[in-house]
């Protein structure tokens, strides 16, 4: 069983619609939780990372939400563009600097 | 400010032989650590190095290694290369390493085996 779970695995949603991403974990210690966006053909981007601690963190148009008692994450976009046609992965970074990897959902936003 | 640079872009490289591959990070960040990315098992966390020390290794073979240099440049190298290599390798850099600061990843390289 994979430690770091998303869903859906895919997503076609209409321009300008909301949606939300999940990201369920099952390995501790935890230190950090992490989202970043793939666009085809290049590295990720990092765009949240929250610590035990935090239970939301906002960039731009995209929220995170941690809930460290149920292992659960969500990444919430609003208003979505099609330039957010992109892989969404999800990462659970340990104490000790270790990193494991959702194997990401892949958003299709179509006009 | 110049991203983190990868070369090259792609690779063919034949089974048996070795491969190395070249990760430049943003300027003044001192750690580099190295990916790997398959359909199948999505990312997967290889290496990494702060000022010249590998501080952190995933789980992978003994084939795959890695070394930093003084300027904070990378090298990853995979020895005896086998069909299951075939994969795109990210590199990405940060200040501090892999602990809490935001990773900067590069483009990657499309290593093919055949």
């Known amino acids: 069983k994979n430690q770091v779970e998303q869903s859906p695995q895919s997503l076609i949603i209409l321009e300008g619609k909301n949606c939300t991403l999940q990201c369920n974990y099952t390995v501790s210690p935890f230190s950090n939780l992490r989202w970043y966006k793939q666009d085809t053909g290049r590295g990720p981007v990092s765009l949240t990372i929250m610590t035990f601690s935090e239970n939301t963190k906002s960039n731009g148009r995209y929220t995170a939400t941690l809930d460290a008692d149920t292992k659960q994450s969500s990444l919430h976009i609003t208003a979505s563009q099609l330039s957010d046609s992109a892989s969404y992965i999800c990462v659970w970074g340990g104490s000790q600097g270790n990193l494991i990897f959702g194997k990401g959902t892949k958003l299709s936003v179509k006009p | 400010k110049a991203g983190v640079t990868q070369t090259p872009r792609y690779l063919i490289k034949t089974r048996g032989q070795q491969v190395t591959l070249s990760c430049s990070p943003i300027s003044g960040h001192r750690s580099v650590s190295w990916y790997q990315q398959t359909p199948g098992q999505g990312l997967q966390f290889l290496f990494e190095y702060f000022s010249e020390t590998q501080r952190n290794k995933g789980n992978f073979p003994g084939r795959f290694s890695g070394r930093q240099f003084s300027n904070s440049r990378s090298e990853m190298n995979v020895s005896t290369l086998e069909l299951g290599d075939s994969a795109l390798y990210l590199c990405?850099?940060?200040?501090?390493?892999?602990?809490?600061?935001?990773?900067?990843f590069g483009n990657g390289t499309r290593l093919t085996v055949t």
């Open positions: 990405a850099s940060s200040l501090s390493g892999t602990g809490n600061s935001p990773l900067h």
